[in-house]
């Protein structure tokens, strides 16, 4: 995740790291179907990081292991699960690297 740590203020929001990481919903929904994929777009070495970190969690970490199991008895496949958990994932690091430089930077301009 260099690519965040290098140059956190290019990094608006938390949509925009999920976007430059290629962990971006879009929706793909044709006909009485709804719903969505990962965008094929962003930085490719991110998104294989978070897959990396993705497939240790689901097999190591309690509390993925448990979202797995809820959202397969839900009815939903393993692609959706891992799109919802990508998404979850950088919700974390945008908390863990760029929002503590936000507040920082936001404190020293006022």
């Given at each position: 995740m260099l690519v965040v740590g290098d140059n956190p203020e290019r990094i608006r929001s938390e949509a925009a790291l999920a976007k430059l990481c290629g962990a971006c919903p879009i929706p793909a929904s044709s006909g009485k179907t709804s719903r969505h994929r990962l965008n094929r777009g962003g930085h490719r070495q991110?998104?294989?990081?978070?897959?990396?970190?993705?497939?240790?969690?689901?097999?190591?970490?309690?509390s993925a292991i448990a979202y797995l199991k809820r959202r397969t008895a839900q009815g939903n496949t393993k692609k959706e699960i891992f799109r919802c958990l990508k998404r979850l994932l950088i919700r974390e690091i945008y908390q863990m690297l760029v929002a503590p430089y936000k507040t920082e930077t936001t404190s020293a301009a006022a």
């Open positions: 991110a998104n294989a990081a978070l897959h990396r970190i993705l497939v240790v969690r689901m097999r190591f970490h309690e």
